[in-house]
């Protein structure tokens, strides 16, 4: 039982044990693509009220738009430079709305964009398509520390059930803490994190099956 800041009890957003009731989009991973408009809201209460959806078809610039946000941040924490142009490069969101394996999705604190994350249906270390992966993952700054991206993190896996990985890379220190948080608070501590040092990616790793 967490204690929220105004002094009130509230639990902490576990993961969901209930059956899911939304159709599984492994069977048609590119279904959200179409704009099926289908909502995921979190079967708990986050600190703050957390929504997560698809991203259609029309809103591929407003993702560009926050792919310049998360470039940003990875940029202080990578020690990249700043572009030339005065714009990140935003090659994560190519093929996001096209026919790939990556699925976009907006994250909402209230009534406010908060974030985005971008799921892959096959593994980036093995291309194993019976993994999901967490590709990408952003909640910006203006909404972070109230629970947003722990209640968009269990909302996403809820989505897709089955085997994850979820990379952080090296100097990432703050996105480790937050990823083996949820994923331990999530899994009772069953999961497994290694570092791998391949081609694909040189950071941590953590692979769990959910539920
Ligand atoms: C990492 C990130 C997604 C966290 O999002 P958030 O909405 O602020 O996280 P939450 O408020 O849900 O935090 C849940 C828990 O994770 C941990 N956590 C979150 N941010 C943390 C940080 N900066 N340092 C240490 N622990 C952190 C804490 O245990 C936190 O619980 P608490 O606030 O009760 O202490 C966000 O900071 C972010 O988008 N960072 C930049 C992009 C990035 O690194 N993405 C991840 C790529 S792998």
């Given at each position: 039982m967490r204690i929220r800041r105004d002094g009130a009890a509230r639990p902490y957003p576990e993961r969901n044990t209930e059956p899911s009731s939304r159709p599984g989009c492994?069977?048609?991973?590119?279904?959200?693509?179409?704009?099926?408009?289908e909502v995921l809201v979190p079967r708990y209460h986050p600190r703050m009220q957390t929504t997560v959806t698809p991203a259609k078809l029309g809103e591929e610039p407003v993702l560009r738009n926050l792919a310049q946000l998360y470039a940003y941040d990875f940029a202080e924490i990578m020690g990249w430079d700043i572009p030339d142009s005065g714009r990140f490069p935003d090659a994560i969101v190519d093929g996001c709305f096209g026919n790939t394996s990556r699925c976009p999705f907006f994250l909402r604190a209230g009534d406010h964009l908060a974030g985005f994350a971008i799921v892959d249906?096959?593994?980036?270390?093995?291309?194993?398509?019976?993994v999901h992966d967490m590709a990408e993952f952003f909640v910006a700054r203006t909404s972070r520390r109230r629970g947003v991206g722990a209640a968009a993190a269990v909302a996403l896996f809820d989505r897709f059930p089955g085997h994850w990985e979820v990379r952080q890379a090296d100097r990432n220190t703050a996105a480790l803490a937050f990823w083996r948080a949820i994923i331990g608070r999530n899994t009772a501590g069953r999961f497994d994190e290694v570092r791998h040092d391949g081609p694909g990616w040189r950071g941590t790793v953590q692979s769990f099956d959910w539920p």
């Open positions: 492994r069977a048609s991973p590119k279904q959200h693509l179409l704009g099926c408009g249906m096959r593994s980036r270390l093995t291309g194993d398509e019976s």
